[in-house]
């Protein structure tokens, strides 16, 4: 016989459950081997990035299966609100989502309806041969599975902004996240997400958010402003990526063993 299988918790369980704010971070090098180490590093929760990374459906899949020994709950944002895409990463076994560029109620009602079966969405089902069901091991999976998916929605416009009450209050929305690099470049303020006016913003939106009685989260590098948005009410917060200690990191390294006057071999030449 085989073994009976139970859906693992999705983030929505993990705030429910949590008694502070959740702290994440993102994992965008599209390698099950960095997710791996990542979520082994004590953090809340994983945000596997499909927007602005490289990853697929092959190496998201590779992804989930590398992080799921470990504590930390996975989140997967797709690179657009879009019915077949969401309907792939949930047959994937992506149990939680945050989905980009959520303008409007009506946006966020499109997300929640691609993450659920009918009667409840148009969520295409396809179970029986897909992982979200373990391969329909896990019993009475079609009627249990809007349990087992957590759908969050990005605001990250000026519109968002305003839309916040209707955004949150849309049925089914599980969650805000607010982006305040995106935010501050539809404010004109391109590159400054620090900026006080996208600040205020930010604050105006979690407050908005917490009204209508929703978690919200919010991406926030600088450990100030990150502070700052947890005065403010912030129930989960992103405060790393991967690519970015990489980067940062092999900097130092280079910086303190590598004069800044030397030579470097294989410059590329000028022309």
């Not at 009450?165 to 404010?187: E, R």
């Not at 405060?239 to 910086?255: N, P, T």
Request: aromatic content about 6%; glycine content about 8%.
């Amino acid at each position: 016989m085989p073994f009976r299988v139970e859906p693992d918790p999705s983030f929505k369980d993990a705030l429910a459950a949590a008694d502070r704010p959740l702290a994440g971070m993102w994992v965008c090098s599209a390698s099950p081997l960095v997710a791996e180490i990542c979520a082994g590093a004590g953090l809340d929760w994983l945000l596997i990035d499909a927007e602005h990374s490289p990853n697929g459906l092959e190496s998201i899949l590779a992804q989930l299966q590398a992080v799921r020994g470990y504590p930390a709950t996975a989140v997967v944002r797709p690179p657009v609100n879009d019915a077949v895409l969401i309907k792939q990463y949930l047959d994937l076994g992506v149990q939680s989502l945050l989905i980009p560029m959520v303008h409007t109620a009506s946006d966020a009602a499109a997300a929640v309806a691609a993450a659920h079966y009918p009667p409840l969405g148009v969520r295409g089902v396809g179970s029986a041969l897909a992982r979200s069901a373990r391969w329909n091991r896990i019993p009475d999976y079609l009627a249990r599975a809007s349990e087992t998916v957590t759908v969050m929605v990005q605001i990250e416009s000026v519109e968002a902004v305003a839309n916040a009450a209707a955004i949150a209050g849309t049925a089914g929305i599980d969650a805000v996240f607010v982006g305040p690099s995106d935010l501050a470049a539809s404010m004109g303020l391109l590159g400054q997400q620090d900026h006080p006016d996208v600040v205020a913003a930010v604050e105006r939106t979690i407050l908005a958010v917490k009204a209508a009685g929703k978690p919200v989260g919010v991406n926030a590098f600088a450990e100030a402003t990150a502070r700052r948005y947890l005065e403010a009410g912030a129930d989960f917060l992103l405060v790393g990526a991967d690519v970015a200690l990489l980067a940062r990191g092999s900097e130092a390294l280079a910086a303190t063993y590598i004069p800044e006057s030397s030579t470097r071999r294989g410059t590329p030449a000028s022309y």
